[in-house]
């Protein structure tokens, strides 16, 4: 039995299952696809070409610092993308393209010299050649408690696999589409898959090399938009790769109409190239990727429904554990950061690489019985312990708080507030819980001091409060902009910066108000603690 089966190659996938490796783990990784990267595709062009990217391009350094520390841990050739600030626009067929300049497209945008398989390739060296299962196709996946069965589809045959513990990396609107689990996602978490859109699931990219960068010759960055009715390639982009020249672009046609004009597409998009920069862009080599017909990429949601507006947070309910610990859901469309990009993925795969190390964790030997230990100090850092696991695992039941007490007020027709006050209420709730957890361990007070009113316990206790305050909101920040119900509620459909802070004032203030009660009980056990001891003196002198 593998302790943990990841379903998907992709950078996520990888990432994740490298990890996993390197601690030790049984791990084993199912590909459908005959190759590893998913969305991530390079070709190598002829001769001395460049390698083109029909995936993801680039990555933003200054903003994405997983991205960022994986091409240094690599130690793997990044190169900026090109942009003089100069764009070409061609909206009239009949005319020549307008230049714009002062209009930075790209800015702070790198791409991996070689293209950004390389990535994939850096992470999958790791991996021994017995962990990898391609052309594995998942049809359904099956909760028996202590660990779950997966069949998938082969080549040849039907086979099964059991795990502790699975990885769902895949775009989630497929997973609601084609497999099949038992026992079924509940309804919110099937609604959150399918409102989950595959980013750039159903676009189409070309990449053109050539033997010479004529438009750079020609004094043109590169970059060109085309807008008119007729346009083939919508968006134009530098793509060259030290010497080898090349353009990118993404294809402004629909999935249908790039299937009615499959058989001269080629011939339309040189045309496209040559009507922007000139005819010497004739006769390029071409690479041509259309990833609305991907069956393990793009869904039947996302070639029905048009690209919308990037959202780079995804829906807080991707990113809840299902089966009891026993499933999760991955890949970047489940980021809560980044999601879509890159950068996302590798934030998928940390999330779940830090829940599977707590599992392992907890599943482990357990902590020296305090009763037997001879350091008072250890049965406190053993409760505190305890007690740090329990604030870290209130994420969910606070975040599902604030759904009920949200939809509550949004049944009780409510619109003033509605985030604000749903958010508190249910951080309250954790807070009081925490409380009544807190006075029920059994401190050691011998060895704890008071200072200026304080017991050193407290700060201890505080602690685990901050990261759990800021995911809970980051959870529901994410949730209001995927959120249908808030749609007609500008405001809190879409939090302000100023509209954040003021709940983030008030959970604060919740929380001081938790520790200052926190405080007081932890000074009362210290003095009943007190109390009987000077009564057990006093009893035994006077026997």
């Given at each position: 039995?593998?302790?943990?089966?990841?379903?998907?190659?992709?950078?996520?996938?990888?990432?994740?299952?490298?990890s996993q490796?390197?601690?030790?783990?049984?791990?084993?990784?199912?590909?459908?696809?005959?190759?590893?990267?998913?969305?991530?595709?390079?070709?190598?062009?002829?001769?001395?070409?460049?390698?083109?990217?029909?995936?993801?391009?680039?990555?933003?350094?200054?903003?994405?610092?997983?991205?960022?520390?994986?091409?240094?841990?690599?130690?793997?050739?990044?190169i900026p993308q090109h942009d003089d600030g100069s764009v070409l626009h061609l909206n009239d067929p009949d005319k020549?393209?307008?230049r714009i300049d002062g209009k930075r497209i790209h800015e702070a945008a790198r791409r991996l010299g070689g293209g950004m398989a390389r990535l994939v390739d850096g992470l999958a060296i790791d991996l021994p050649p017995g962990l990898l299962h391609l052309n594995h196709v998942l049809t359904s996946i099956c909760d028996h408690g202590d660990h779950v069965v997966l069949k998938f589809s082969t080549a040849d045959d039907i086979v099964e696999f059991r795990a502790r513990h699975v990885v769902l990396a895949i775009p989630p609107r497929l997973l609601e589409e084609a497999i099949r689990f038992e026992p079924?996602?509940?309804?919110?978490?099937?609604?959150?898959?399918?409102?989950?859109?595959?980013?750039?699931?159903?676009?189409?990219?070309?990449m053109i090399a050539y033997g010479r960068a004529y438009w750079r010759e020609a004094g043109h960055s590169g970059n060109a938009f085309v807008t008119h009715e007729q346009a083939v390639v919508g968006e134009i982009f530098d793509a060259c790769d030290g010497d080898a020249a090349a353009l990118g672009g993404f294809l402004a046609l629909s999935p249908e109409l790039r299937s009615s004009f499959s058989a001269g597409l080629s011939l339309l998009m040189e045309n496209q190239m040559a009507q922007v920069f000139g005819a010497a862009l004739e006769n390029g080599e071409q690479h041509y990727q259309?990833?609305?017909?991907?069956?393990?990429?793009?869904?039947?949601?996302?070639?029905?429904?048009?690209?919308?507006?990037?959202v780079d947070v995804a829906n807080p309910m991707l990113r809840r554990a299902q089966w009891n610990g026993r499933l999760y859901l991955g890949g970047s469309e489940t980021a809560s950061r980044g999601a879509g990009y890159l950068e996302g993925a590798l934030e998928a795969a940390r999330r779940i690489d830090l829940a599977l190390n707590r599992n392992w964790a907890q599943a482990g030997p357990s902590a020296p019985d305090s009763r037997l230990s001879d350091h008072a100090t250890s049965v406190n850092a053993a409760n505190?312990?305890?007690?740090?696991?329990?604030?870290?695992?209130?994420?969910?039941?606070?975040?599902?708080?604030y759904r009920h007490r949200l939809n509550r007020s949004l049944a009780a027709q409510q619109r003033e507030q509605l985030t604000q006050r749903a958010i508190l209420e249910s951080m309250e709730e954790v807070f009081d819980n925490a409380l009544a957890m807190l006075d029920g361990l059994d401190f050691d007070v011998d060895v704890v001091t008071v200072e200026r009113g304080r017991s050193s316990l407290t700060p201890a206790v505080q602690q685990p409060f901050g990261d759990l305050m800021q995911s809970v909101l980051d959870?529901?920040?994410?949730?209001?902009?995927?959120?249908?119900?808030?749609?007609?509620?500008?405001?809190?459909?879409?939090?302000?910066?100023?509209y954040t802070q003021v709940i983030m004032r008030d959970i604060a203030a919740a929380w001081l108000e938790f520790s200052l009660a926190a405080n007081r009980l932890l000074l009362a056990k210290a003095d009943v603690h007190d109390r009987r001891l000077q009564a057990t003196k006093l009893t035994g002198v006077s026997s």
């Open positions: 039995m593998l302790d943990t089966a990841i379903i998907g190659g992709g950078l996520c996938g990888v990432a994740l299952a490298r490796h390197r601690r030790g783990r049984g791990v084993g990784l199912f590909e459908a696809r005959g190759r590893l990267g998913g969305r991530i595709l390079s070709a190598a062009s002829a001769g001395s070409g460049p390698a083109t990217d029909l995936g993801p391009t680039w990555y933003w350094p200054d903003t994405q610092p997983l991205m960022k520390s994986l091409v240094a841990e690599l130690d793997l050739p990044d020549m393209p307008e079924d996602l509940d309804e919110t978490t099937l609604e959150a898959m399918r409102s989950a859109e595959t980013w750039m699931a159903a676009q189409a990219k070309v259309d990833w609305a017909t991907e069956p393990f990429t793009c869904s039947a949601l996302d070639r029905a429904s048009a690209l919308s507006e990037h505190l312990a305890h007690f740090g696991a329990w604030v870290a695992a209130q994420g969910d039941a606070a975040f599902d708080g959870d529901v920040v994410a949730f209001n902009r995927t959120s249908c119900a808030l749609s007609n509620f500008p405001d809190e459909h879409h939090l302000s910066r100023e």
